[in-house]
T-cell receptor, first 111, second 115 residues
Framework: AQSVTQLDSHVSVSEGTPVLLRCNYS??????LFWYVQHPNKGLQLLLK??????LVKGINGFEAEFKKSETSFHLTKPSAHMSDAAEYFC?????????FGKGTMLLVSP | DGGITQSPKYLFRKEGQNVTLSCEQNLNHDAMYWYRQDPGQGLRLIYYSQIVNDFQKGDIAEGYSVSREKKESFPLTVTSAQKNPTAFYLC??????????????FGDGTRLSIL
């Protein structure tokens, strides 16, 4: 079985400050992990994926995530937030069956 | 450009009516999926299909039906048995099997409301 928990429903940052979106997962198998972003009334866009290669994964738009097996975490970070990063972010686990989506974290960016 | 096209973007359903949401992909993907998204709930899987003429129920299939007559098309029907159909519906596709490491590609969704 597999599950995913996004620890914050909302995160607020100021433009230019670091972003941290937290995700914990549970999986009986070696997991595949993904982060997706969704802008209002749009579909989901893949930011990055982990599939058992390097534990630090770089994605699009300056985002990266680190796979920590001992902590069962896959947190998403970005050094400096931009106004255009305001959106909802989903952590997703796969590899056992169909993908399991977290409930999402809304990122708010203030000027 | 390759991608997934969902139509219509907005749809209204009357009481007792069935409505069909369209999903077409030109990515040559074998697997296709339908999700329902409600605020604060994430995405929940309704149905998925790994190959033409075959599909499986997801976590919340009751009140919905699908068909997969062509590789590129996977329409979803919301039947009158679905008592709470108001939601944002997302179609996705992927290469490989649903439990593979391949990411899913998403359409821009259809927002369904009750009149």
């Amino acid at each position: 079985a597999q599950s995913v928990t996004q620890l914050d429903s909302h995160v607020s940052v100021s433009e230019g400050t670091p972003v941290l979106l937290r995700c914990n997962y549970s999986s009986s198998y070696s997991p595949s992990l993904f982060w997706y972003v969704q802008h209002p009334n749009k579909g989901l866009q893949l930011l990055l994926k982990y599939t058992s290669a390097a534990t630090l994964v770089k994605g699009i738009n300056g985002f990266e995530a680190e796979f920590k097996k001992s902590e069962t975490s896959f947190h998403l970070t970005k050094p400096s937030a931009h106004m255009s990063d305001a959106a909802e972010y989903f952590c997703v686990v796969g590899g056992y069956s169909t993908l399991t989506f977290g409930k999402g974290t809304m990122l708010l960016v203030s000027p | 450009d390759g991608g997934i096209t969902q139509s219509p973007k907005y749809l209204f359903r009357k009481e007792g009516q069935n409505v069909t949401l369209s999903c077409e992909q030109n990515l040559n993907h074998d697997a296709m999926y339908w999700y329902r998204q409600d605020p604060g709930q994430g995405l929940r899987l309704i149905y998925y299909s790994q190959i033409v003429n075959d599909f499986q129920k997801g976590d919340i299939a009751e009140g919905y039906s699908v068909s997969r007559e062509k590789k590129e098309s996977f329409p979803l029907t919301v039947t009158s048995a679905q008592k709470n159909p108001t939601a944002f519906y997302l179609c996705a596709s992927s290469s490989g099997q649903p439990n593979s490491n391949q990411p899913q590609h998403f359409g821009d969704g259809t927002r369904l409301s009750i009149l």
